[in-house]
């Protein structure tokens, strides 16, 4: 399934806004008296007069069809084909902070592959006292830590350096999941091997045929780095890493190695592909940084949003969207509609969780007029989101990984939206 063109949903967006019609005044109820009677209320309909489906009929669930349109997408011209791709998590139509395992984003080098659990093997060797491979079950037999993360792509927002492209939270943003993982701390099975002094790394790699090796330094692994092999309390979906995956909270995705196979403990970084070539970012004066793990707080507007249009007149409106930092936990999510002029403090749907997605809505009541919406994140080291053009005076625009600048929304007085940027 792929992207809409812009052009057609808003033209859709518009006919539903005119039907919807009403204006309200500010502040007036939501709920009215109906002149006319509705036969939604007065008719006895179908689903009271008939039976439903029974218990038998769905064993295991899928959204209602009426949701259909709630799915992973992908960018045709992003990559050349859908086996070394990515697709986008639908955040603009979500809610809460739990991303369905079902529509949240899968990026493959070399496809998702289907490994059994009888046929998984994880092996540590290199500079460790007792090199070993576990089974499948042999995991399970660990003590677990659960924990809820985010996970996200370095290159997620990558398509907006040169300026904005993308009109939809689920494109510009989605290029993240955030799910509540059960797993084995890595440092409980480096433990079971006995880490050499030598020991100052771990590489780690996946079963699949690009094996998406990654260096990570030790105390990063010995900290809080897990071997997951459940998320949102069932089985790891095949195109997450079943039957384990590495956990990495707050680093960029591309460590989190799927499939995970083996884990060699090093000396040095191993300097793969995907930490020379890929995954370093290149300033304005050609000087790649290297090394960037962790992802910085960031935040978005998923609705209103372009794929989200204002359905109705002015009046009560929640702006809703999502904010993370892979240093803590989120502390304060600021939102202006006047493209940064003055902010108002919106509220958390819950206290941040360090390393996992933050909720936030403000209680707008909307005048009906033009908006230029933003959102700014703030963490627990109280580093600020920068503009997107405070991070291009320090990165330049040759990078593709790690655009945490803000996103502004154009929202136009018949509701529709667009993805633009304000000088
Ligand atoms: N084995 C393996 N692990 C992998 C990859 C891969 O292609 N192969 N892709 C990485 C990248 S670049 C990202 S962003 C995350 C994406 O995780 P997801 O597919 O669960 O969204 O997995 C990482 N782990
Ligand atoms: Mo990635």
Not at 164 to 184: C, D, K, P, R, W
Not at 286 to 313: E, F, N
Request: aromatic residues 8%; negative net charge.
């Amino acid at each position: 399934m792929t992207g809409t063109p812009a052009s057609s949903t808003r033209r859709g967006f518009l006919r539903a806004g005119l039907a919807a019609g009403v204006a309200l005044p500010a502040g007036a109820t939501l709920a009215r008296a109906q002149a006319a009677p509705d036969p939604l209320i007065t008719e006895v309909q179908d689903w009271a007069r008939y039976s439903g489906d029974g218990v038998d009929e769905t064993p295991y669930g899928l959204p209602i069809r009426f949701e259909a349109d709630v799915i992973r997408r992908n960018v045709p011209w992003l990559t050349a084909d859908t086996i070394s791709s990515i697709n986008f998590t639908p955040i603009h139509a979500l809610d809460g902070t739990i991303t369905p395992a079902g529509c949240a984003f899968e990026r493959h080098h070399s496809g998702a592959i289907e490994l059994a659990k009888p046929d998984y093997r994880l092996m540590i060797n290199g500079l460790v006292e007792r090199p070993l491979v576990f089974s499948y079950d042999d995991l399970e037999r660990f003590p677990r830590r659960q924990g809820v993360y985010f996970c996200e792509c370095a290159a997620n927002t990558g398509m907006e350096w040169a300026g904005a492209q993308l009109n939809g939270s689920q494109f510009t943003h989605g290029m993240i999941h955030n799910m509540e993982y059960v797993g084995v701390a890595l440092r409980t099975l480096l433990a079971e091997a006995g880490v050499k002094p030598e020991g100052k790394w771990v590489y780690v790699e996946g079963a699949d045929a690009s094996s998406n090796g990654r260096s990570i330094p030790l105390d990063k692994a010995m900290d809080d780095v897990m071997v997951a092999f459940k998320a949102n309390g069932e089985a790891l979906r095949k195109e997450h890493g079943y039957p384990a995956r590495l956990v990495v909270p707050g680093w960029e995705g591309n460590l989190w190695v799927k499939w995970l196979r083996r884990i060699e403990v090093t000396d040095a970084p191993v300097e793969s592909r995907e930490e020379t070539s890929k995954y370093t970012d290149t300033l304005a004066n050609g000087v790649s940084r290297q090394w960037t793990w962790v992802m910085d707080a960031k935040s978005v507007v998923t609705a209103p949003s372009p794929q989200v249009a204002i359905r109705h007149g002015p009046g009560p409106l929640v702006i809703t969207g999502l904010a993370w930092s892979g240093r803590g936990a989120i502390t304060r999510v600021d939102v202006s509609v006047d493209g940064g002029r003055n902010w108002t403090t919106a509220r958390l749907a819950q206290p941040g969780v360090p390393m996992a997605v933050t909720r936030f809505y403000l209680d707008h009541l909307w005048d009906g007029e033009e908006m230029l919406l933003q959102s700014r994140a703030v963490d627990e080291t109280g580093y600020v989101q920068p503009t997107k053009a405070a991070l291009r005076d320090i990165r330049g625009e040759n990078s593709i990984y790690h655009n945490n600048g803000i996103q502004t929304w154009w929202i136009k007085k018949d509701g529709t939206a667009e993805n633009v940027e304000i000088s």
